[in-house]
């Protein structure tokens, strides 16, 4: 009997699917964690930063309870801070309120987009959806053999998925882009599902990101370093602890003021209470 895309798909996940450190066991709040850490981050960085974060917060009510500058402090490293602040803000609404279970509930909580609800909906509740992220994209682009984005991305992505088995076929793909479906150089004669794929170069990868130095991630990054260990700081005080000239700084400590990572009491700047 010929053999589905889907079911040499999966028979290859089962003989060569990585080892990582988060993949044992369903736990919401260690699926989660994990998720919002992988985001615009490699997955080598990940892993000994999950590991040490869920030691400091091993439960969600531990992490919504943290104070601000110990979360900070642990996420040092991982960059994109705000995935922290939105963490533990996830965190306390979940605390409150209990877990939702769907896709539609996730997307609720504060931070939590259509990707990392469909992986907290899936890999922890069962629901059968998948789980779309730019990995996912590149490969579905390459099986149907034109660049998916929008409703087109979504449709492929569900009418591939092996609703059975739609953990592990959302673990697959991901696994398959990770060691094989690379962004520019896919190593097709290795590929398990080769004889299903419509058009290998038809993927563009996205520009690459700006450089840091000199940018504003750098200035803010640089802000709540200052701040984790100061307590509090003018903005005098904080441009001169931290380096970042003062209107790189204050377009810095708007942006975090504005999505409620810090806060100014008395003419002086500190991390908003978690």
């Given at each position: 009997?010929?053999?589905?895309?889907?079911?040499?798909?999966?028979?290859?996940?089962?003989?060569?699917?990585?080892?990582?450190?988060?993949r044992d066991g369903g736990d919401p709040y260690r699926v989660l964690v994990r998720e919002v850490m992988a985001q615009q981050t490699q997955i080598s960085r990940?892993?000994?930063?999950?590991?040490?974060?869920?030691?400091?917060?091993?439960?969600?009510?531990?992490?919504?309870?943290?104070?601000?500058?110990?979360?900070?402090?642990?996420?040092?490293?991982?960059?994109?801070?705000?995935?922290?602040?939105?963490?533990?803000?996830?965190?306390?609404?979940?605390?409150?309120?209990?877990?939702?279970?769907?896709?539609?509930?996730?997307?609720q909580l504060p931070g939590v987009g259509p990707y990392t609800a469909a992986a907290v909906a899936c890999f922890a509740f069962g629901e059968p959806v998948a789980?779309?992220?730019?990995?996912?994209?590149?490969?579905?682009?390459?099986?149907?053999?034109?660049?998916?984005?929008?409703?087109?991305?979504?449709?492929?992505?569900?009418?591939?998925?092996?609703?059975?088995?739609?953990?592990?076929?959302?673990?697959?793909?991901?696994?398959?882009?990770?060691?094989?479906?690379?962004?520019?150089?896919?190593?097709?004669?290795?590929?398990?599902?080769?004889?299903?794929?419509?058009?290998?170069?038809?993927?563009?990868?996205?520009?690459?990101?700006?450089?840091?130095?000199?940018?504003?991630?750098?200035?803010?990054?640089?802000?709540?370093?200052?701040?984790?260990?100061?307590?509090?700081?003018?903005?005098?005080?904080?441009?001169?602890?931290?380096?970042?000239?003062?209107?790189?700084?204050?377009?810095?400590?708007?942006?975090?003021?504005?999505?409620?990572?810090?806060?100014?009491?008395?003419?002086?700047?500190?991390?908003?209470?978690?």
């Open positions: 009997m010929t053999r589905t895309r889907r079911e040499a798909l999966l028979s290859w996940y089962d003989d060569e699917h990585r080892s990582l450190p988060w990940v892993a000994g930063h999950y590991q040490r974060f869920l030691r400091l917060f091993p439960t969600v009510e531990a992490l919504a309870n943290a104070s601000r500058a110990d979360v900070l402090s642990a996420w040092s490293g991982l960059g994109y801070n705000r995935r922290a602040h939105y963490l533990q803000a996830a965190a306390g609404a979940i605390t409150s309120t209990g877990w939702p279970k769907t896709v539609a509930g996730l997307r789980a779309v992220d730019t990995n996912t994209k590149r490969v579905l682009s390459r099986w149907v053999g034109k660049p998916l984005s929008g409703t087109e991305l979504a449709a492929a992505a569900d009418a591939a998925l092996d609703r059975t088995r739609a953990a592990d076929w959302n673990q697959a793909v991901m696994d398959l882009a990770a060691g094989i479906c690379s962004p520019r150089t896919p190593s097709c004669g290795s590929c398990p599902v080769a004889a299903w794929c419509a058009d290998p170069s038809i993927y563009v990868p996205p520009p690459q990101q700006g450089r840091f130095v000199g940018s504003t991630r750098e200035a803010r990054g640089a802000v709540l370093k200052t701040l984790i260990g100061a307590g509090k700081a003018t903005e005098v005080s904080l441009a001169k602890k931290s380096g970042v000239a003062p209107r790189r700084l204050a377009v810095a400590l708007a942006a975090l003021e504005r999505e409620g990572m810090i806060q100014q009491s008395d003419g002086a700047w500190a991390l908003a209470d978690g």
